[in-house]
């Protein structure tokens, strides 16, 4: 699975917009780029996943670039309750093989949410 | 969405014991469970895939004596901890994925602590 870039800690006003970006240079075409958060002490939290087309559920918004190189994680109206660790994966979607879903984790993004 | 539930949610065992963790697909049935070991201020780091009816398929440097998994059913997979020593504290998530289904779902995670 392709390796994905991520600043380490971000932070962002209640209320405003927060926007997490992602590199993921080496993605190959059957690659999808998936987001999970992580709030202290719980498991991993599903958020939103794209091929290539830009996404949105009640979560968030994922904006990928045409060439398919970084995207961008949008929480439209940050709470405090946003604070987390965000990760951004990329991976292959075919099914087949046993450890088809594995999801390997990066370092991801620390996104303080503040007053 | 879809709930996996784990248990317990915090153990503390005396060093030498074996300690049992339980993962369960509430609303589905689970083709293929992971589980992952996370250390403080670290990332998750995935310690072996599980399919149901199967041997589980260990990650690299991950004792397969010492971690032993058991995915009997199409709704539950265990990680049984054997003769834990305190280097094995750690905060152990189980994840699920369901046939056809393009995410995974995880657990509340297990904080152990072995004194």
């Known amino acids: 699975d392709a390796k994905t870039t991520q600043p380490p800690s971000m932070d962002c006003a209640e209320g405003r917009a927060a926007n997490l970006p992602c590199n993921h240079s080496t993605i190959s075409g059957n690659e999808y780029v998936y987001w999970y958060r992580q709030i202290h002490s719980q498991g991993p939290q599903y958020i939103i996943h794209?091929?290539?087309n830009n996404e949105t559920n009640e979560m968030a918004s994922l904006i990928i670039t045409e060439d398919r190189k970084s995207s961008t994680l949008i929480l439209p109206h940050a709470t405090l309750r946003d604070t987390a660790v965000y990760y951004c994966?990329?991976?292959?979607?075919?099914?087949?093989?046993?450890?088809?879903?594995?999801?390997?984790f990066g370092q991801g993004t620390i996104l303080t949410v503040h007053p | 969405g879809a709930v996996v539930s784990q248990h317990p949610s915090r153990v503390i065992c005396k060093s030498g014991t074996s300690v049992k963790i339980e993962c369960r697909s509430l609303d589905f049935q689970a083709t293929t469970m992971f589980w992952y070991r996370q250390f403080p201020k670290q990332s998750l780091m995935l310690m072996a895939t599980s399919n149901e009816g199967s041997k589980a398929t260990y990650e690299q440097g991950v004792e397969k004596d010492k971690f032993l998994i058991n995915h009997a059913s199409l709704t539950l997979s265990t990680l049984t901890v054997t003769s834990a020593h305190p280097e094995d504290s750690s905060f152990y998530i189980c994840?699920?994925?369901?046939?056809?289904?393009?995410?995974?779902?995880f657990g509340s995670g297990t904080q152990l602590s072995v004194l």
């Open positions: 994966i990329v991976r292959v979607a075919s099914a087949g093989g046993t450890s088809y879903g594995k999801l390997t």
């Open positions: 794209g091929l290539k």
């Open positions: 994840s699920a994925r369901g046939q056809g289904i393009e995410k995974l779902f």
